[in-house]
């Protein structure tokens, strides 16, 4: 199964879902859009395929948002898109695609909704919240 990741290694949900997806045993196409930026079309297709408009792909925080009045809800989905282009740490992540579909994989076992087979048990994110029981059941 093939599996690519929009990712930022500075973010914690980001390194959460990449270790989550190499546990399973996939290894993805990691795709670091800080450096390599964004497309119109790129970002209109994964916005559409994940059913999310660029508002709820606003990354709110640590974010130039508020410093670009974008925060306000008034301002235009193409508005958002044209910002996102220029600043590509606009667009939360991380973002992932799977044949199972695209999501935005917040909070990090998101993720798992994508994948075929999962990681064992147990599992747990950088901060020690655990994902997986020992049994490598689901824990919410």
Not at 6 to 20: A, F, K, Y
Request: some cysteine; hydrophobic content about 35%.
């Amino acid at each position: 199964m093939s599996v690519v990741i929009h990712h930022n290694p500075d973010c914690g949900t980001s390194r959460n879902v990449l270790n989550i997806i190499r546990k399973a045993g996939y290894e993805p196409t990691v795709i670091e859009y800080l450096e390599t930026g964004w497309t119109r079309p790129q970002l209109l297709a994964l916005f559409a395929a994940a059913d999310l408009t660029p508002r709820k792909a606003l990354r709110t925080t640590k974010s130039p948002a508020e410093e670009l009045g974008l925060l306000d809800p008034s301002v235009p989905d193409e508005v958002l898109l044209e910002k996102m282009l220029e600043h590509p740490v606009l667009v939360n992540r991380p973002i992932v695609c799977t044949p199972k579909g695209v999501k935005l994989c917040r909070p990090s076992e998101t993720v798992l909704d994508l994948l075929e087979n999962w990681p064992g048990g147990p599992l747990c994110k950088e901060d020690g919240q655990i994902i997986l029981n020992e049994n490598g059941d689901r824990v919410d």
